[in-house]
């Protein structure tokens, strides 16, 4: 049985989380003294791979692993290798979203294991904006990490998360880098998700703007690429390269949702940008766990909703939603 929603949408895509936990503390993503999950409520490398496995089985033929940031996990690789089996098994794609901090010790790991891509974040080439953001000094190390991974054959596209008065006068720059390295890149709008100390009315830059100015350096050309996420393409004739627009607040794009997200301790969110919920690890760990699970994928396709609200709110309003990205999964 296929994953359909109530709407006729086909799930081909899971979002799987394996930490909440990030070597990072990026100002739009967490607070700096972020309270971490005991890891007794982290559901298990066994139980990352059965949940995964019954994906599978009703019909997800990519998977993305997620975080925080999953190459902090100590038994990450195993996982990675354990799906790679996968493989023209059911499963088309293995891919992952990185920070790029621990890319370098785990590149070869990742190719050897069947990952062909990986998207790496990656807001600025500045190290004192990088300080800045990240709080972490760490630029230099994440450049050794995509040096690394495009060293092992990984294609590698760059995701870039625009912030007004922070990096917007520098997206131009990045584009041409990442053209030039050979990269797609891809830019998203800030999205409401939990509390930081930033207030996302001063971050949120919105990306028609950003294209507008674009616009007056590049010539931008509509793309008919798709990766079978949210963003919508062009071509950038002077660069030769991609790039990506991710708008979850100025251009809703649920219409062809195919993905749902777990997180790490088994709670599957049908969409990023709603409070709906089905508990994975309570089914995970009943006497009839097959059963349980069933019912309760089955559940998340009648819960699934049409669209997200997304919306930021006036300056000192609180976010749309409690939740951290780093828990729900990017």
């Excluded at 909440?20 to 990026?26: A, E, G, P, W």
């Excluded at 979203?97 to 785990?106: S, V």
């Excluded at 006068?169 to 409401?192: N, R, S, Y």
Aim: hydrophobic share 40%; net charge neutral; proline share 4%.
């Amino acid at each position: 049985m296929s994953l359909v929603d109530q709407f006729q949408r086909r799930i081909t895509y899971l979002r799987l989380s394996v930490t909440d936990r990030c070597d990072l503390r990026c100002t739009y993503c967490m607070p700096e003294r972020q309270t971490f999950l005991p890891r007794s409520e982290v559901l298990s490398l066994e139980e990352l791979h059965r949940l995964a496995l019954a994906f599978i089985d009703r019909g997800v033929t990519r998977i993305r692993l997620t975080g925080g940031e999953p190459l902090v996990r100590r038994d990450m690789i195993e996982l990675v290798q354990a799906l790679g089996r996968k493989l023209g098994d059911g499963l088309e794609e293995l891919t992952l979203t990185t920070n790029g901090m621990q890319l370098a010790a785990h590149a070869d790991a990742l190719a050897a294991a069947g990952v062909k891509r990986i998207n790496v974040s990656l807001d600025t080439l500045d190290r004192a904006t990088f300080q800045r953001l990240a709080r972490r000094d760490g630029l230099a190390q994440v450049l050794e990490g995509i040096a690394a991974a495009r060293a092992a054959g990984l294609k590698v596209k760059l995701n870039t998360v625009a912030l007004k008065g922070v990096n917007e006068g520098e997206i131009p720059a990045l584009v041409a880098w990442a053209h030039e390295q050979g990269m797609d890149l891809t830019l998203i709008e800030v999205m409401p998700l939990g509390a930081v100390e930033a207030d996302r009315f001063d971050q949120y830059l919105p990306l028609p703007q950003v294209r507008a100015a674009l616009e007056r350096h590049f010539t931008l050309t509509p793309s008919a690429h798709r990766t079978g996420g949210p963003a919508r393409y062009v071509d950038v004739a002077e660069t030769g390269g991609r790039l990506g627009f991710i708008t979850p607040l100025t251009g809703n794009f649920c219409d062809g949702c195919n993905r749902v997200r777990v997180t790490t301790t088994g709670q599957l969110h049908p969409c990023l940008g709603g409070s709906e919920m089905v508990d994975l690890r309570a089914a995970l760990r009943s006497t009839d766990a097959d059963t349980a699970l069933e019912t309760a994928l089955n559940r998340a396709m009648a819960i699934k909703p049409e669209r997200h609200h997304f919306a930021i709110g006036g300056k000192g309003e609180a976010p749309a939603l409690a939740r951290h990205m780093s828990v729900t999964g990017g």
